[in-house]
């Protein structure tokens, strides 16, 4: 830390080095003869603008250290207070912060200079002993070819792939500091073969590594203000609960710091990208699937499991009787009251197929009640669709009666898809008779048809009605059925 000031009309520069814990553990001053020292530059852009200045980094004439100077105006126009943050610990921060093994993080400004790189030193000694800055032009290095590429065509923001030495990399690039005359980006190359994690993942963890780069950058700067903390610990707390996928509210960040609204701006628009993925997958399936043991991979294993089918009957013929923007809105307020009760009881919806939905109980996490829970799902959701089709009698519109279909047993759960693109779900002859046994709603008039097993299980909880036995379409055995009625009364 330094400052200038007056003493008795003389002028004098001090210089304190400051510790960890902020303890000055040596200081030194010098007479400036103003007739024949020159002033540093971030002295005079401070004095100019009157107000906080980030300059470009340089060596510290003291350590040779490459530093971040920051410097702003004391009270009263009496004198100029610079920090020299030192780069290494941000440095050594960058190369510690690995999404995989072989991911290569690290931080340049906009002329390319190197602030941050896990192999390549930040500054070079000449041969007369001083301290030479390295730059992205100084290396054949094929990482950094590839980003100094991107960064002449203005490519930032926007993950690509690129095939370096035989193995596929996705390259990212981000401002993380704009200044009025330089700007610093932070770098991250990680290979394909290595990343078990989903693309949302990834661009969370790159958010959360350039905030802690940002807050390292400017922690000292607290000293002279709260006003630049209370952003940064709602920075925080935005970015905690992006990571959670809390995304229904906007980021809204105060601060006359351009760099803090640059970053929640940044993280507004990475809300608002991740809010719409969440419209094509269901978060709670994406937070299930993180907290699973199961790695994310192309595969699967044999599980107990509960499925349920859904299908609205003569939907066709609703279709033709609404227009199509009618019919859009009808349907995803249907699906809206079935989803939500589904994840209410623990379940997950897999997927929608046409106006019929299939939903997985006891994955990925375990449920020793998924069979109950899935019978409990399907009175409630029968329940709700009876007010919803009161609410559509009166407007004058088809009502969507409902069919539900419930088996369990064992079946093949995993990761279905290639390489670039999986899809959770469960397939077998489980997932089939679900499927037979709503349909066969149709022929014997009911309601919610479901198998023995499921019968078997929760016969002391649930009421139910014997529908006899059939072979359903596909299979060779006969199957008995069973009408699930309604929660035992409480005797």
């Known amino acids: 830390m330094v400052f200038t000031d007056k003493f008795h009309d003389e002028d004098f520069r001090h210089w304190y080095f400051i510790d960890d814990d902020l303890n000055v553990v040596w200081q030194t001053k010098e007479k400036l003869d103003l007739d024949t020292t020159q002033f540093e530059d971030w002295y005079l852009d401070v004095v100019e603008v009157n107000d906080t200045v ?4 340089r060596p510290n004439i003291f350590t040779n250290h490459l530093t971040l100077n920051i410097s702003t105006p004391l009270k009263d126009n009496q004198g100029v207070i610079g920090f020299d943050v030192s780069l290494d610990r941000i440095a050594n921060a960058v190369k510690q912060l690995k999404i995989t093994p072989d991911t290569v993080p690290f931080i340049f400004t906009s002329n390319g200079q190197i602030i941050s790189h896990p192999s390549i030193p930040i500054t070079s000694l000449g ?3 001083s301290i030479t800055p390295n730059s992205l032009h100084d290396h054949d290095d094929p990482i950094l070819s590839k980003i100094q590429m991107r960064f002449d065509k203005g490519s930032i923001e926007i993950p690509r792939i690129h095939t370096i030495d035989d193995r596929e990399y996705m390259t990212y690039l981000s401002e993380i500091i704009t200044l009025d005359t330089y700007g610093i980006y932070l770098g991250l190359a990680a290979p394909i073969d290595e990343l078990n994690a989903d693309a949302d993942v990834i661009l969370i963890e790159t958010i959360l590594l350039s905030m802690l780069i940002i807050f ?8 002279i203000g709260k006003r630049i903390s209370k952003p940064i610990i709602e920075l925080t707390a935005v970015s905690d609960e992006i990571r959670a996928l809390n995304l229904n509210y906007p980021v809204v960040i105060n601060s006359r710091i351009i760099e803090i609204k640059q970053l929640a701006h940044s993280l507004e628009r990475m809300r608002l990208s991740l809010q719409a993925f969440g419209q094509y997958v269901p978060k709670q399936l994406v937070q299930k699937i993180l907290q699973s043991p199961l790695p994310i991979e192309v595969g699967g294993r044999s599980k107990n499991v509960t499925v349920l089918f859904t299908d609205i009957a003569n939907f066709s013929v609703y279709a033709e009787q609404l227009t199509p923007v009618h019919l859009l809105n009808v349907t995803s307020d249907y699906f809206t009251i079935i989803s939500d009760i589904i994840n209410i009881h623990q379940g997950i919806v897999d997927k929608y197929i046409g106006d019929s939905v299939m939903a997985l109980w006891n994955t990925p996490n375990d449920d020793p009640d998924h069979i109950k829970n899935a019978c409990l799902a399907a009175l409630c959701c029968k329940d709700k669709l009876d007010v919803f089709n009161y ?10 009666h409902t069919r539900f279909g419930i088996h369990t047993g064992n079946c093949i759960i995993g990761n279905v898809g290639s390489n670039d693109r999986l899809n959770y779900t469960a397939f ?6 679900a499927s037979r046994l709503e349909s066969l709603n149709k022929d014997y008039g009911s309601q919610i048809i479901t198998s023995e097993e499921v019968y078997k299980a929760v016969q002391r909880e649930f009421d139910f009605k014997p529908m006899g036995s059939v072979i359903p379409q596909g299979f060779s055995s006969p199957v008995h059925l069973y009408e699930l009625l309604q929660v035992k009364a409480v005797k």
């Open 54 to 57: 980030f300059n470009k980094p």
């Open 216 to 223: 390292g950058g400017v922690v000292f700067i607290r000293i």
């Open 391 to 400: 609410r559509m009698r009166e407007k004058g519109l088809p009502e969507f």
């Open 428 to 433: 077998g002859a489980t997932v089939n008779l």
């Open 127 to 129: 041969q007369d002993g």
